[in-house]
């Protein structure tokens, strides 16, 4: 075991990279972006690759990955027409020759529903029972440039409508970056590598707009062609990390012909209803089915980097579970999370502790019918030698 925790201690120090943020990459004046868009750049320099992470608001806000097998490649940004959205291309990763694998995710939309049989499933809910959705790239964000953390890797963004429901509220999206392998401390502790970023969403004092609302967030995956999509859920006898929940869902991004994962947006089924969340503010959240979108999402960013005929697919992420007595009006505050990342997903593995527990409470049982065992065989073969004589 110690040996383990020593080979463990190691593969984490192994897998650091060198990751720098970068607000605006290029832009000067006359060129100007409209108040509170920015655009991040968190570059992740490899050994014989980089991982480009690209986080804007410019419409509705995406995060936009992408992989070069090449330590030189660098963002380049036509600043007037990106600002214009006019056209396609106006953000390139150079040289584009060295581009492996791109894909973005995109937040849409907020879908607000009265829940009036208390299902908390979008898809049960009748037609008339939905509210006008908020369509995120309308949203007027907070100054992207405040809140730039360059020691932490993170950003945060938050924005709202100018209605009375946004009043006192806003929809937030903190971005996270890291070096090495990790968890958080806040639930839900996803494992993260530095082949992956974070993106934790909440809603926090929107005034909902029925007396049982309840609420989805839609969001969709932007991909090179020639890529498909799916969603798996998989199952784990170990909730250490992420308390009552036993299972991990992961869109993973896949080659038509081929059946090796390249990158993948990963969440845990749980939401929170508080910001400093107890074990009682954790409620269940569900997906929707995988839906091809005709249509690029309006973001300038996704907009700008893809050219070739991308495809697109959507999900809903809906919050609460049937029968649930909690409403989003007791609190006011749901928040999720994903990692985005490339490669294999990372999965959990069992802790130290609990190996050490398993070992301990599995082991301890063994020695004990080992032993015991030993002692009865022991004593049969005394009572066998003195028990029964051979007759002749
Ligand atoms: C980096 O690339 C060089 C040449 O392509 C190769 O020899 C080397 O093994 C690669 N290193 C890693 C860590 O992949
Ligand atoms: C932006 O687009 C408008 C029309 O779509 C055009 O008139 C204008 O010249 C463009 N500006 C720049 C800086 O490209
Ligand atoms: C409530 O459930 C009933 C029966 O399943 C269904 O007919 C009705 O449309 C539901 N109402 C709403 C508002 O979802
Ligand atoms: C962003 O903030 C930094 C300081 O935090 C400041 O120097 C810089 O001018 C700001 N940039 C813009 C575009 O507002
Ligand atoms: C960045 O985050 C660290 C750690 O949370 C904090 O100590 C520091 O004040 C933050 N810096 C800025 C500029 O917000
Ligand atoms: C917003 O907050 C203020 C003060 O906390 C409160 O007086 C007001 O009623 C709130 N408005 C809404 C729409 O919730
Ligand atoms: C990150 O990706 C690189 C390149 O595909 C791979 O060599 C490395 O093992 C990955 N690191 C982790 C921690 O998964
Ligand atoms: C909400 O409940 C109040 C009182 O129970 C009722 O007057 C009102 O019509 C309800 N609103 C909606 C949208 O159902
Ligand atoms: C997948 O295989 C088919 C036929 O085997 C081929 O036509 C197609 O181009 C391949 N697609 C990719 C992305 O390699
Ligand atoms: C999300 O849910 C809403 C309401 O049910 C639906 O109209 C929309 O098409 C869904 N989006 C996706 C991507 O499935």
Request: aromatic share 12%; charged share 15%.
């Amino acid at each position: 075991i110690f040996l383990f925790y020593l080979y463990l201690l190691f593969k984490k120090n192994l897998a650091v990279s060198c990751v720098s943020v970068e607000l605006n990459p290029g832009l000067t004046p006359p060129s100007v972006l409209p108040p509170g868009v920015g655009l991040v750049h968190v570059r992740g320099l490899g050994l014989n690759d980089t991982l480009h992470f690209l986080l804007c608001n410019h419409g509705a806000p995406a995060l936009l990955m992408v992989h070069t097998y090449s330590t030189q490649s660098a963002v380049q940004v036509d600043w007037p027409s990106f600002i214009n959205r006019s056209s396609s291309g106006s953000l390139r990763v150079e040289p584009q020759t060295s581009v492996r694998y791109s894909s973005a995710l995109v937040f849409t939309r907020v879908w607000e529903y009265d829940d009036v049989n208390n299902t908390a499933d979008p898809q049960q809910a009748a037609e008339s029972s939905f509210y006008p959705p908020y369509e995120l790239q309308n949203f007027i964000w907070s100054d992207l440039n405040e809140t730039v953390n360059q020691s932490d890797l993170t950003v945060k963004l938050c924005g709202g409508e100018k209605t009375e429901s946004f009043l006192n509220g806003s929809l937030c999206l903190q971005f996270s970056a890291f070096e090495s392998e990790g968890r958080d401390k806040a639930w839900p502790s996803l494992h993260h590598n530095a082949n992956s970023s974070q993106l934790h969403v909440w809603l926090e004092g929107v005034t909902p707009r029925g007396n049982r609302s309840r609420f989805a967030l839609e969001f969709q995956s932007v991909g090179d062609s020639g890529f498909q999509g799916r969603v798996d859920v998989h199952s784990s006898i170990d909730d250490e990390y992420t308390p009552s929940i036993f299972k991990v869902s992961q869109w993973v991004s896949f080659p038509e012909n081929s059946s090796g994962v390249w990158g993948y947006n990963q969440w845990k089924p749980v939401a929170y209803r508080k910001a400093e969340p107890v074990f009682e503010d954790t409620t269940p959240c569900k997906h929707s089915q995988l839906v091809s979108m005709k249509r690029i999402p309006q973001s300038g960013l996704v907009q700008a980097y893809f050219t070739e005929d991308p495809q697109t697919y959507g999900l809903n992420i809906s919050f609460g579970i049937d029968k649930d007595p909690v409403l989003y009006s007791d609190t006011k505050y749901i928040s999720w999370t994903v990692l985005v990342g490339m490669g294999e997903p990372p999965a959990d593995s069992f802790s130290t502790l609990i190996i050490i527990i398993i070992a301990v409470g599995l082991g301890t049982p063994l020695v004990i019918i080992i032993v015991g065992g030993g002692f009865v065989w022991i004593r049969k073969r005394r009572s066998h030698s003195s028990g029964y004589e051979p007759i002749i």
